[in-house]
């Protein structure tokens, strides 16, 4: 699958570090091989559906912006994108998904066996791929971003139900599922292009607002977004009882009388529509355009952390693509 | 929980190293720390289950054989354990299984979605610690075990069903589920205790013999134990369909019309029960003699890989140590 299938503008915006990209890809590919026959079509499963790659292209970005991209950014741009397989890998099970980009997921096609074993596999060749470096960084930054990815996986799954959950824990719970790993990403490329301590934590912090930006508008997608641009459901966290930003906000505006109106309905399975019309419609208005605010908010900030980048070009690409990922539509 | 509860003479026969195995089950406390309060049940939980704890036994065993346990060791015993801990949650899960060491599994307790992302977490948290070490040889050596370890299992669960499996793809299957992990302990405590390649090797060697005989062990008691003592539903490999030592020898001492009867039965739920009387009884017990000689033999090669150990007390132990994972009759 290329990229240029599924994202035209981002393949255009990725155009100078295309050949790097490349360079990624062939480094997995020659990392996703079989050591026997049975093993042959669930890895090739993995190899096809590679995504849009946007942390590998974040990696390149920021290694250009710091000095100039090195060999070792291939490897850590490669561990990044497996790690980003193996969680995938994981969440379609625990979610029940049935498809993901046009392929069957890993658990339909085989099992709920293969599925957890191959996820796990994936991640022991990471960590493994990532002591071909010659120190350890990479290997301790993405252990570390996984462990956080893992804890606030739990911690977002514990919390399924909690109708009062608050911001600063709704942010704690999206900063380790999706942003640690945008965040080491930002680290890993400038360190490895050499850049100084100061400004390897400012890609990271870079890295960390993109990525919750991201969750953020993906949670904001899932409750207004448009289901045939989205090619799947939306409405689950609603439906399921996962308490999200737009939520929070629907939440907080209410009076108390239709606060417990929305409490009685969140997470019951009931469809998102019932917030669009009758006594929430008006509130819920406010409280996406509040969220699409508090987005556009932290993209700016997530640029802001930019300004110390040495290389204009590389930092102009590095802002286009946090904008996309902030400002995604499906 | 002690360990004295769980295994009196193993206790004995690992008095000498007691204190290190002790410094190990401090540093995995200290490792096991919650981030969050909704956290802090789960890790509670599997602090709690911590095992015999043979492989930390045998990297201690091994270092002293080679020179002398140095604080190294404590971290490759503690990462060792942290892997196992880690395929323990996901198999429970993977088994439905309902307890483990008197305690209901995780996704008992909780549910699926804190099974996989705790296995998950604790692998994450294992190749982290072993960043602490000032080289990668630690991470590198365990992160190959555990792609070896999820290889097996993957192969294993996609083999289910399969009459005919021969004994060469058997082999590397418990190779790679049980026995990898040994090997990579036995590799590892050489190493750090200042081994050379030669004897590195050897002890890795008996590691993976000695792992590979607690597999074939293991398989046996499934078939032919007994379910009081083992505290467990015996039985489940031969109505799951899985292909195990004794039930291959079985199967090829057959003549056809006796084997098609059997692999009409095989996978199928059928109790053990049916190959204990009737026309497979006689086979049967010449099956399990066979296994009982290959385990011994396995178990023999294991301890002559300890030859080259230079410490005669430790080597001594580790012999104790490997006849004991290879005898148990639960």
Same mark, same amino acid.
């Given at each position: 699958?290329?990229?240029?299938?599924?994202?035209?503008?981002?393949?255009?915006?990725?155009?100078?570090?295309?050949?790097?990209?490349?360079?990624?890809?062939?480094?997995?590919?020659?990392?996703?091989?079989?050591?026997?026959?049975?093993?042959?079509?669930l890895?090739?499963?993995?190899?096809?559906?590679?995504?849009?790659?946007?942390?590998?292209?974040?990696?390149?970005?920021?290694?250009?912006?710091?000095?100039?991209?090195?060999?070792?950014?291939?490897?850590? @741009?490669?561990?990044?994108?497996?790690?980003?397989? /193996?969680?995938?890998?994981? !969440? $379609? #099970? &625990? %979610?029940?998904?049935?498809?993901?980009?046009?392929?069957?997921?890993?658990h339909?096609?085989?099992?709920?066996?293969?599925s957890?074993?191959?996820?796990?596999?994936?991640?022991?060749?990471?960590?493994?791929?990532?002591?071909?470096?010659?120190?350890?960084?990479?290997?301790?930054?993405?252990?570390?971003?996984?462990?956080?990815?893992c804890?606030?996986?739990?911690?977002?799954?514990?919390?399924?139900?909690?109708?009062?959950?608050d911001?600063?824990?709704?942010?704690?719970?999206?900063d380790?599922?999706?942003?640690?790993?945008?965040?080491?990403?930002?680290?890993?490329?400038?360190?490895?292009?050499?850049?100084?301590?100061?400004l390897?934590?400012?890609? @990271?912090?870079?890295?960390?607002?993109?990525?919750? /930006?991201?969750?953020?508008? !993906? $949670? #904001? &997608? %899932?409750?207004?977004?448009?289901?045939?641009?989205?090619?799947?459901?939306?409405?689950t966290?609603?439906?399921?009882g996962?308490?999200?930003?737009?939520?929070?906000?629907?939440?907080?505006?209410?009076?108390?009388?239709?606060?417990?109106?929305?409490?009685?309905?969140?997470?019951?399975?009931?469809?998102?529509?019932?917030?669009?019309?009758?006594?929430?419609?008006?509130?819920?208005?406010?409280?996406?355009?509040?969220?699409?605010?508090?987005?556009?908010?932290?993209?700016?900030?997530?640029?802001?952390?930019?300004?110390?980048?040495?290389?204009?070009?590389?930092?102009q690409?590095?802002?286009?693509?946090?904008?996309?990922?902030?400002?995604?539509?499906?």
């Amino acid at each position: 699958m290329t990229r240029s299938a599924q994202a035209p503008s981002l393949t255009l915006l990725l155009d100078t570090i295309s050949s790097d990209l490349d360079r990624v890809n062939a480094w997995l590919d020659e990392r996703y091989q079989p050591d026997h026959p049975r093993l042959a079509p669930l890895i090739e499963h993995v190899r096809g559906f590679r995504g849009k790659q946007v942390r590998a292209a974040q990696v390149m970005l920021v290694a250009q912006g710091c000095g100039g991209i090195r060999p070792e950014h291939t490897v850590v @741009a490669g561990v990044v994108e497996m790690i980003h397989a /193996a969680t995938l890998v994981h !969440d $379609d #099970l &625990l %979610d029940g998904a049935a498809e993901r980009r046009g392929m069957d997921c890993v658990h339909r096609r085989w099992d709920a066996h293969s599925s957890v074993l191959l996820g796990d596999w994936i991640y022991a060749q990471a960590f493994l791929q990532a002591t071909e470096l010659s120190d350890n960084l990479c290997s301790r930054e993405l252990a570390r971003a996984t462990a956080r990815v893992c804890r606030g996986e739990i911690r977002q799954n514990l919390s399924a139900g909690d109708f009062d959950l608050d911001e600063a824990e709704y942010l704690d719970q999206i900063d380790g599922k999706t942003a640690a790993l945008f965040e080491a990403a930002g680290r890993l490329g400038a360190a490895y292009a050499g850049a100084d301590l100061e400004l390897r934590e400012r890609c @990271a912090r870079h890295g960390l607002l993109a990525g919750r /930006a991201f969750q953020m508008q !993906d $949670d #904001l &997608l %899932d409750l207004v977004g448009d289901e045939d641009r989205a090619r799947k459901s939306l409405g689950t966290d609603w439906a399921n009882g996962k308490m999200t930003l737009p939520l929070i906000r629907l939440r907080d505006a209410l009076d108390e009388e239709q606060r417990e109106a929305l409490r009685a309905q969140f997470g019951t399975g009931a469809p998102r529509e019932v917030l669009f019309d009758g006594p929430f419609a008006e509130a819920l208005e406010d409280a996406v355009a509040r969220s699409r605010a508090e987005i556009a908010e932290t993209l700016e900030q997530s640029c802001q952390a930019l300004e110390a980048l040495p290389e204009a070009g590389p930092r102009q690409q590095l802002i286009d693509l946090t904008r996309f990922l902030g400002s995604r539509t499906r």
